[in-house]
Every structure is written in structure tokens, then in C-alpha cells.
């Protein structure tokens, strides 16, 4: 069958078959059998001809389309939560613990984490104190996006005074050497809670409060993968985020 897609293509860039040949470096038989009986080229040599004549190479030749194979389940995967609340606080404390070069928190207040932790703030101190550097990343109560994620979450005006006492908690260690402590204004996808090469991400839903949401555990075992995602969705909102300075 013709590949008229290509015959188009050709038409339309005023290419010949002598010369998509000598641009693509094949002779003009084979051009001729991509264009009269829809032959299909080697990869590389579709790639360069796709390239000449300005089109995309799957819509020339979609035999090309190579869909990627599926895992049933990512290496990085170390566990999925159906809910926050199936998780124990002392999963989350662990991780801290644990971490030897890095914490980043991004969250729009997470107070569950101190009323069932009270010694959290010390927790980061000691992390600090043995050279493990800290992000905190936590809501701006002024920010609409804010405000708009408490009104889906049923909360309403809840989530405000939540990111302050937040920040009253967080606040202390503002001034801490080794510790940033910022408010950021942006529309939160996930909470993000990353230690070293390990992340507990917790979903966030539309009409869901967040410990009804999932949350997955990531253990970094590949460049590129879902732990540097989410590690660049964090740069990426710190990046926004307003310095907060200690009294």
C-alpha cells in the first residue's frame, strides 16, 4: 500500500526521490519502495528523512512507534499506603532518623507530625548538629492556593491556622545553622517528606484531606526515575518559597 502520508510530505517540501535518496544516503529504489509500497526504512535512516523533510518520523512510518514496556511494579516501589492514617507516625520519624546528608519537607502544614511527635524539632537539630543539611518547606496562610486547598479539603479556614502553627513549630529552628526554613504559595500536588535516597509521598485529592490519601515509599535505585521526580518537583517549589527569618 502507497504511503501517501510520505508522497505528501514530499510534494510538499518539493523533494524528488533522487534527492530524499542522496540526503538520506540510500539509493533512489529504496525511496521509491517507501513511497509506491509503503516499505518502511531502518530506524536511523527514517529518523534522517523524517528530519529533512520536517515531519514527525511516527506519523511518516507509525510501524516505528516503539510503545515502552510497562512495569507491574517500579523498582523504586518499596510500599504503597492505601490511606496516610495506615501509616504510623514512627514510619516518617524513622526516616528522619536515618538520614545522614539530607532532609527536604515539603508540606502545607503537616501538624500531625509534631502532636504525634513532640520531639521533632530536636529530631532536626541532632540531624543538623551531624552535618546532614534541612529544607522546610511549609504553606503560606495568606495564599490563595492555600486557602483554595482548604476549601476542597472541607477544611476551611482550618488549613490557615494550620500552616501558622506550623510555623510556630518550625519557626525556632529558622535560625539554625544547616536548617532553611520557607513558606511557599503554590498549588501542592503531593507532600513530599524525602530523606537522603528515600521519600514517603503523600498524594493529595480533590475533596480528600490528606491522611485519607495514599502515600508511597521510594527507595532511589535509578537515574531519571519517580524519586528524582518528585526530589525535582521539590527544588522546584523551593525555588519560589520565601525565606523565613528567626526572632
Not at 33 to 59: C, I, Q, S
Not at 84 to 91: F, G, I, K, T, Y
Not at 137 to 153: C, L, M, T
Not at 171 to 197: C, F, M, Q, W
Request: proline share 5%; with cysteine.
Amino acid at each position: 500500500m502507497p504511503n501517501e502520508r510520505l508522497r505528501a510530505a514530499m510534494t510538499s517540501g518539493g523533494w524528488t526521490h533522487a534527492a530524499l535518496a542522496e540526503a538520506t544516503e540510500v539509493d533512489t529504489k529504496s525511496v521509491e519502495r517507501w513511497v509506491n509500497l509503503g516499505r518502511t526504512p531502518r530506524r536511523t535512516t527514517a529518523f534522517r528523512a523524517a528530519e529533512k523533510l520536517g515531519e514527525d518520523v511516527h506519523a511518516l512510518w507509525p510501524s516505528l512507534r516503539q510503545p515502552r514496556a510497562g512495569r507491574a511494579v517500579s523498582p523504586e516501589l518499596v510500599a504503597l499506603y492505601g490511606k496516610r492514617a495506615d501509616l504510623p507516625v514512627s514510619a516518617f520519624v524513622d526516616l528522619l532518623t536515618q538520614a545522614r546528608e539530607r532532609i527536604d519537607i515539603l508540606v502545607y502544614a503537616a501538624v500531625f507530625l509534631h502532636e504525634a511527635y513532640p520531639h521533632l524539632t530536636d529530631l532536626l537539630r541532632e540531624r543538623t548538629s551531624e552535618g546532614c543539611a534541612i529544607r522546610i518547606a511549609i504553606g503560606d496562610a495568606d495564599s490563595p492556593h492555600v486557602q483554595q486547598r482548604g476549601q476542597e479539603e472541607k477544611f476551611g479556614h482550618g488549613i490557615e491556622s494550620r500552616c501558622r502553627l506550623a510555623l510556630m513549630h518550625y519557626k525556632p529552628l529558622a535560625d539554625v545553622p544547616g536548617i532553611e526554613l520557607r513558606t511557599h504559595a503554590t498549588t501542592l500536588y503531593n507532600s513530599i517528606y524525602l530523606a537522603d535516597d528515600q521519600v514517603l509521598v503523600n498524594s493529595h485529592l480533590w475533596g480528600v484531606n490528606a491522611y485519607a490519601a495514599p502515600v508511597w515509599h521510594l527507595r532511589r535505585s535509578v537515574e531519571g526515575g519517580m524519586f528524582d521526580t518528585y526530589a525535582s518537583s521539590f527544588d522546584a517549589v523551593w525555588a519560589t518559597a520565601m525565606p523565613v527569618q528567626g526572632d
